[in-house]
T-cell receptor, first 119, second 109 residues
Framework: DTGVSQDPRHKITKRGQNVTFRCDPI?????LYWYRQTLGQGPEFLTYFQNEAQLEKSRLLSDRFSAERPKGSFSTLEIQRTEQGDSAMYLC?????????????????FGEGSWLTVV | GQQVMQIPQYQHVQEGEDFTTYCNSS?????IQWYKQRPGGHPVFLIQLVKSGEVKKQKRLTFQFGEAKKNSSLHITATQTTDVGTYFC?????????FGSGTKLNVKP
């Protein structure tokens, strides 16, 4: 048990529908990451938060994707107008890091992931 | 972002044989982490290497960081069926982690 919780674990949706995933990080962790993983590939970085601030978004994150972390605790990832290409596992991870600048020695702890299938 | 390449993509070994996966980058890595992902599971942190030429061991696993900090390897001695899974290296760079495509290990009993 890594302490990072994701919900739902599995979601099947029709193309064009909106879906939202929730992530509850390890409680004292100030950084939260979203990754996407497809079969046979490594996790791809999507975005990350330092507390409530979204510090970086990957080019993979189209305008149909939006992530929030309103109070610096849990986070949501919403996908609007889903497409079949969005089918993947969406992984959340968290870490504890110092404020500002480049960090070293940080371990990220992944949740179990949320599997999305768009039909 | 930083791109790390892993080889081989797949490896099938007989239980008791050794296994090695390699991670390569065209540019210098700040530090590198290794993760294991069991089938149907999520990546789990194994170790981090920071220093040039660093070698770390965890029981049957030996991790190395190249002198130029452009490559790394994970070696498993005498594999067991519990070693089955995909092993990823990840470049930890400016608060982000860039993962390789992984090496999938299958161990036949």
């Amino acid at each position: 048990d890594t302490g990072v919780s994701q919900d739902p674990r599995h979601k099947i949706t029709k193309r064009g529908q909106n879906v939202t995933f929730r992530c509850d990080p390890i409680s004292e962790h100030n950084r939260l990451y979203w990754y996407r993983q497809t079969l046979g590939q490594g996790p791809e970085f999507l975005t990350y938060f330092q507390n409530e601030a979204q510090l970086e978004k990957s080019r993979l994150l189209s305008d149909r994707f939006s992530a929030e972390r309103p109070k610096g605790s849990f986070s949501t990832l919403e996908i609007q107008r889903t497409e079949q290409g969005d089918s993947a596992m969406y992984l959340c991870a968290s870490s504890l890091s110092g404020i500002g600048g480049r960090s070293s020695g940080n371990t990220i702890y992944f949740g179990e992931g949320s599997w999305l299938t768009v039909v | 972002g930083q791109q790390v390449m892993q080889i081989p993509q797949y490896q099938h070994v007989q239980e008791g044989e050794d296994f090695t996966t390699y991670c390569n980058s065209s540019t210098t890595l700040s530090n590198i982490q290794w993760y294991k992902q069991r089938p149907g599971g999520h990546p789990v942190f194994l170790i981090q290497l920071v220093k040039s030429g660093e070698v770390k061991k965890q029981k049957r696993l030996t991790f190395q960081f190249g002198e130029a900090k452009k490559n790394s390897s994970l070696h498993i001695t005498a594999t067991q069926t519990t070693d089955v899974g995909t092993y990823f290296c990840a470049d930890h760079n400016f608060n982000k982690f860039y993962f390789g495509s992984g090496t999938k290990l299958n161990v036949k009993p």
